[in-house]
Structures are given as C-alpha cells and as structure tokens.
Nanobody, 123 residues
Framework: QVQLVESGGGLVQAGGSLRLSCAAS????????MGWFRQAPGKEREFVSA????????YYADSVKGRFTISRDNAKNTVYLQMNSLKSEDTAVYYC????????????????WGQGTQVTVSS
C-alpha cells in the first residue's frame, strides 16, 4: 500500500517552467515504478512520463519529450517532474501514480494514484 501526494502545480506563462513533486508514504517506494499522467477538461487521462524502480529507465510521451524530465529520489520517497518550455496545451490536472507490477504507459498499469495537482499555462 502506498499513498501519493502531489505538489508544485500552479499558474505559469507559456515558455515558463514548473517542477511537480510527488511524495509517497511507506517503506517500499523503491519497489514501485512511478508515472505521471495528466487530464485536461473533457479529455481522457493521458500518459506523460514514467520512471523505473531504480530510476535507470525513463519514458516520455512524444508531446513532452525534450521539455519534461522525470526523476526520483528513493531516499526521500519522492518522484519529480520538471516541466520546461510549457505550452497552453500542457494545461491539465497532473496525477502521480505507482505500479508494483511493471513500467507502463496505460492507466491500467498503475495501482495507486494521487489526488492530482492543477497546472495552468497561460498564453
């Protein structure tokens, strides 16, 4: 069992940056692959990025590749999403997720979810 709490969202101008954090409870954080998803109004939740248990493998959606960077600090039970060169189309609620099965890009791959943090990019 793991609980996830996101932070770091907010309002930013296009071209700006934000760093999202996701703090996880429990002693087994390093046993989970971690993912970030987002959901814009009226749209389905979509994959943004994922990172393996050790942090050695990372994956990105094509729409954020080269702009976003996922990382994790297993000593702090925290996963991060550094978002640069933000665009208006990045506006969404961003969700942190954890999987004790495997690293994936589908919502069904993940067992646990945070409550989400709003990111709004003004143009």
């Amino acid at each position: 069992q793991v609980q996830l709490v996101e932070s770091g969202g907010g309002l930013v101008q296009a071209g700006g940056s934000l760093r999202l954090s996701c703090a996880a409870s429990g002693r087994t954080f390093r046993s989970y692959a971690m993912g970030w998803f987002r959901q814009a109004p009226g749209k389905e939740r979509e994959f943004v990025s994922a990172i393996s248990m050790s942090g050695g493998s990372t994956y990105y959606a094509d729409s954020v590749k080269g702009r976003f960077t996922i990382s994790r600090d297993n000593a702090k039970n925290t996963v991060y999403l550094q978002m640069n060169s933000l665009k208006s189309e990045d506006t969404a609620v961003y969700y942190c997720s954890a999987s004790n099965r495997y690293l994936g890009s589908e919502t069904s791959d993940y067992n646990y979810w945070g409550q989400g943090t709003q990111v709004t990019v003004s143009s």
